[in-house]
């Protein structure tokens, strides 16, 4: 029988690690980037292709879920795999993040979150104890714990009492996760470290996490306006602290060179909108950087948007046909433009994968830092 959760490290490069989270619902190969289907969809692509970029997880949006169609409607219709037809795990968010980006709508007390919805208007009680049981509802494989992502800047005050919030939180949301326990047999409960960029405040948090006992940790609070060398800074003081036989994720991360230098630093988990979102708004990613296919100096460019990619806008099209979809509004340009970017971002984790694996990940790291500062290649 398959296990409930099982992290297994394979191999280690510095910090990094090379690893496999097994569970009931298949393997997660780590270092590993999670597509965000917030809705229940990864934008402009169907699962079978999203699978075959080498994703083996998605991301699920809880506050938004709950909201539309209702964990209580996905769990009646068969739970969100089913409703997704996405066979594989899945991670679902706590509605942590909207606490902190939709200051405008909420209210937040001891309790939880009272939040207007942005759909309605209606008046919806966001607590850890429902957290917990949407996700359940929605059949997640990895729970979150429902926290306050600490906006930033944030005084060291500010900072205290927001992670000291989150890890009371932790506590309620570790209690209402054990007591579903059917769902609890066959998922995972992820703990969220907060603290902001101060020393101290990670450390502390750190501590009572592991005081509560979770099946891995997150480190959020970060990507929040902080920039890469603040946020570096606060890994290379964090990472050292955590727990060593569970997997380690960093929430709502990111860029290409932002994840090779988590990797480097520890970090075993991604999630990110950026490859789907930019897909949609015309910006791709190759090995020399970012391009806005919108640019003229595309419209006449029959190479493809990257010379050593597999997937189907790469294989197929050329840059001035994504060049035309796009400028013309077609929706087939989102499509391809989004394939592309999350094929390069799972490509890129194979990459890491394998570096690891043969002790060369900081050549590698290097190497794909200065080839990805150079810049898009000139027409022909």
Same mark, same amino acid.
């Given at each position: 029988?398959?296990?409930?959760?099982? *992290? +297994?490290?394979?191999?280690?490069?510095?910090? /990094?690690?090379?690893?496999?989270?097994?569970?009931?619902?298949?393997?997660?190969?780590?270092?590993?980037?999670?597509?965000?289907?917030?809705?229940?969809?990864?934008?402009?692509?169907?699962?079978?292709?999203?699978?075959?970029?080498? /994703?083996?997880?998605?991301?699920?949006? +809880?506050?938004?879920?709950?909201?539309?169609?209702?964990?209580?409607?996905?769990?009646?219709?068969?739970?969100?795999?089913?409703?997704?037809?996405?066979?594989?795990?899945?991670?679902?968010?706590?509605?942590?993040?909207?606490? #902190?980006?939709?200051?405008?709508?909420?209210?937040?007390?001891?309790?939880?979150?009272?939040?207007?919805?942005?759909?309605?208007?209606?008046?919806? #009680?966001?607590?850890?104890?429902?957290?917990?049981?949407?996700?359940?509802?929605?059949?997640?494989?990895? =729970?979150?714990?429902?926290?306050?992502?600490?906006?930033?800047? @944030?005084?060291?005050?500010?900072?205290?009492?927001?992670?000291?919030?989150?890890?009371?939180? @932790?506590?309620?949301?570790?209690?209402?996760?054990?007591?579903?326990?059917?769902? @609890?047999?066959?998922?995972?409960?992820?703990?969220?470290?907060?603290?902001? =960029? *101060?020393?101290?405040?990670? *450390?502390?948090?750190?501590?009572?996490?592991?005081?509560? &006992?979770?099946?891995?940790?997150?480190? &959020?609070?970060? /990507?929040?306006?902080? &920039?890469?060398?603040?946020?570096?800074?606060?890994?290379?003081?964090?990472?050292?602290?955590?727990?060593?036989?569970?997997?380690?994720?960093?929430?709502?991360?990111?860029?290409?060179?932002?994840?090779?230098? @988590?990797?480097?630093?520890?970090?075993?988990?991604?999630?990110?909108?950026?490859?789907?979102?930019?897909?949609?708004?015309?910006?791709?990613?190759?090995?020399?950087?970012?391009?806005?296919?919108?640019?003229?100096?595309?419209?006449?460019?029959?190479?493809?948007?990257?010379?050593?990619?597999?997937?189907?806008?790469?294989?197929?099209?050329?840059?001035?046909?994504?060049?035309?979809?796009?400028?013309?509004?077609?929706?087939?340009?989102?499509?391809?433009?989004?394939?592309?970017?999350?094929?390069?971002?799972?490509?890129?984790?194979?990459?890491?994968?394998?570096?690891?694996?043969?002790?060369?990940?900081?050549?590698?790291?290097?190497?794909?830092?200065?080839?990805?500062?150079?810049?898009?290649?000139?027409?022909?």
């Amino acid at each position: 029988m398959k296990p409930r959760f099982k *992290y +297994t490290v394979h191999a280690t490069d510095g910090a /990094a690690r090379l690893g496999t989270i097994e569970m009931k619902r298949g393997e997660i190969r780590t270092p590993a980037f999670m597509p965000v289907g917030t809705a229940g969809t990864v934008k402009a692509m169907l699962p079978e292709n999203v699978r075959s970029t080498g /994703a083996d997880i998605l991301l699920g949006n +809880t506050y938004h879920l709950m909201l539309r169609p209702t964990a209580e409607r996905v769990h009646k219709l068969g739970g969100l795999h089913k409703f997704m037809n996405w066979d594989r795990p899945i991670l679902t968010d706590s509605g942590g993040f909207q606490v #902190m980006s939709l200051t405008e709508l909420r209210k937040m007390s001891e309790e939880g979150v009272e939040f207007r919805s942005h759909l309605d208007g209606s008046k919806i #009680m966001l607590t850890p104890e429902r957290s917990m049981e949407i996700q359940r509802l929605l059949g997640s494989d990895i =729970v979150m714990s429902f926290d306050e992502c600490t906006p930033f800047p @944030a005084t060291e005050d500010v900072a205290k009492e927001s992670m000291e919030l989150s890890m009371r939180w @932790a506590k309620r949301s570790r209690e209402g996760f054990d007591s579903g326990e059917e769902h @609890a047999a066959r998922s995972a409960l992820f703990g969220i470290v907060q603290g902001s =960029v *101060y020393e101290e405040l990670r *450390y502390e948090s750190i501590d009572k996490l592991a005081d509560i &006992g979770f099946d891995g940790y997150a480190v &959020g609070g970060l /990507a929040v306006g902080e &920039g890469q060398e603040m946020m570096f800074k606060v890994l290379d003081f964090t990472m050292p602290r955590m727990m060593k036989d569970t997997p380690r994720y960093l929430m709502g991360v990111g860029k290409p060179d932002d994840i090779v230098g @988590a990797v480097e630093r520890g970090i075993d988990m991604f999630d990110c909108v950026m490859p789907t979102r930019s897909g949609r708004t015309g910006q791709g990613f190759t090995w020399r950087g970012a391009i806005n296919l919108k640019n003229a100096r595309h419209k006449d460019d029959d190479r493809p948007i990257e010379e050593a990619c597999a997937c189907p806008a790469c294989t197929q099209y050329s840059r001035a046909y994504v060049h035309h979809l796009i400028k013309s509004g077609e929706i087939l340009g989102s499509m391809l433009l989004t394939w592309h970017n999350l094929q390069f971002y799972q490509d890129l984790m194979a990459n890491l994968r394998d570096a690891i694996g043969e002790g060369r990940l900081t050549q590698y790291a290097n190497s794909f830092r200065e080839t990805y500062r150079m810049g898009d290649i000139d027409p022909l």
